[in-house]
Each structure stands twice: as C-alpha cells, then as structure tokens.
C-alpha cells in the first residue's frame, strides 16, 4: 500500500507521514525505497524538508520544487542502474556524482542534484528505513571558472535596446531587476505598500532566507514605478484589467510564477532582438555596475541582499580585474 499523493497544503501533506507509528513509518518508507516508488518518496522527502529541516514549514517553495526534482531524477537514475536504495555500494553514488557530470551538467547544477539525493537519504533515515548515508564524503570537483565569467550581466546597450520595445509593465519588472537588483521572486512578491517611491525605496520583505531589506530606487526606477501605479493601481486606469489573476488583493504583479514572468519579458527581448538570457544577468547587470561606482563590496552586498560578502566578491571579482585597463594602459 503506497500513500495516496495530497494536494492540500505543505503542513498538512507532512502531518500524513507525522501522525504514523514509527513501525507503519518505517514500514512505507521501506516498501517504497524497495519498489523505488517515486510519489511516496518524493511525499516522504517533502515531509521531511517540512518538519525536520533547518528552516521546517518556511523552506521556500522554490527549494521544495529543487529538491522535488532532485529526488525523481534520483529514482530514475537509480531505477535504470538497479541500486539497492536501503543497501548502497559504498561507489554508488559517487558513480551518480560521475553520471550527472558525464551528461554534461555544471558542478553547481550536479551540487544541487545531490543535495536533493542528500535529503531523500535523510528523510529514509527519520523513517528509520536505513542507516545509509552514501552522498556524505562525496566530492564534486570545482568549477574554475566565475560565474559572471559563465552568465554575464545585460550590457548598458542590451537593456536600452529591450526599453525601447517595453510597455509601463515590462518596463517595471526590468527595472526592479537591473536598478533594484531584486530577484525574479523578490519582484514578484512585491505589494503597493512596499513600493515608496517619495523615499525612492522599496521594502523587500521575504529575500532569500526570509530576510528583509529596503532597497534604494534608481531615479528612473522610480520615475517607472510611479507610472506603474498611477496605471495599475487601486483607482487607475487599467486596474481592473490588469487585477491580479487568482492572487489575494495588494500585490503588484498580477502573476505570481516565473514562468509567467519569464514569457512576458521573453517578448519584449525577443521584439528587440536581444537574446533572454534569463533574470539574473539583470541582476548580475546591477551588482557589476554599482560595484563599477562604489568600489564596495559590503555596500553591493547590502544593495543585493548577500547573506555575506564573500559571495559578492566570488561573483564579482573579476571586476578588479576590468578595472585595472586604466591603470596599465600606459605600460
């Protein structure tokens, strides 16, 4: 007998594995990792991430979707190599390690696969189906390249070129990208009360790991915003056409998903002939040019919402680098 998948909501998804005797627990968790059953699994993990991890029921959605994805691509792999789930070879998973690589994925995307592969191991052990714990000592090598190296920023041109095709919507969102330096779900989750655009801030209330900051406009973001809500707002215009679709009154987008997001900007790129590389070079466009003014790292931390700013300067050091043609020039 395998769980039935639930659709309700996270808290009460996990309570279904929670209120199980630890005998019945064990008893499913085992039955599933023997048939390799990919929906109780998944549901195990999901219990798992929501009750026993470092962040329980707050764990972004987008984590839960990763790792979700993590765990099936997993199974599969495991399903066509025949792994013993409950009693790996101390090599499987570094083979999984080598497989992921082999297939031409990146060590940050193989990193994330096997945190995914990490977690559903956690959750068999909380199950008390296995005591395995095989993605412990396993090493991914290291990417020497930077990532502004392998994802650079909008260029000044590319962005002008893109504003010229956007309407007072797209317009918006690029701007909360390339001036703000929001994230895609940072920008999506904003609602008219955190926009201020007399103080020129914009208060980001949930970033990444529910951290809050308050985020300086560009002038000519808050010239766009200002538009945006004499159009969108309560009271304009277009607000009852453009009122947000399925989404609980006050927020600023009426989409709430990426993929929304991404098919709107995808036409404006795409009318401008310039290729969409994704959200983050807009970001990355914000980082490099503020970091290009104030030479600080701490202060483009801050302006990004880094938890540290050693991760500001692994993404953008090679800056230091552009910033030297000046100085050699005459050598």
Known sequence: MTLAQYHGDQLSHADTWLNLHDDELRRRAVQAAG????????SLTRAYLTHHSRSGILTSPRTVEAYTLGVRQFLEYAQTQALNLLRPHRH???????????GGRKPAGVQLKVAAAGCLYRALRWAGATEADPFREVRI??????????????TEDELADVLEHADPHTTFLLFLIAHAGLRISEALALTWD??????????VRSGKGRKARRVTMSVRLAR?????????????????RYRPAGRAPGYVFRYATQQAARYHLTQ??????????GFHPGRKYAGTR???????FGRVAAHLGHASV????????????????DDLAGW
């Open 194 to 203: 955190d926009l201020e655009e007399g103080t020129r801030r914009i208060h």
């Open 268 to 277: 404006v790129f795409q009318a401008a002939g310039v290729p969409f590389r």
């Open 92 to 102: 499987d998973a570094g083979r999984y390690v080598q497989a992921l690589l082999a």
């Open 290 to 296: 503020l970091l290009q003014q104030v030479k600080d």
């Open 141 to 154: 090598p290291k990417d020497p390249t930077s990532g502004i190296e392998k994802r650079p920023p909008y």
């Open 310 to 325: 050693d991760t500001t300067r692994r993404g953008y050091a090679v800056l230091a680098a552009e910033d030297l043609k």
């Open 224 to 240: 766009a915003a200002r538009q945006f809500r004499t159009l969108y707002a309560p009271g304009g215009p277009e607000h009852s």
């Open 35 to 42: 048939e390799k059953d990919t929906v109780t699994l998944v």
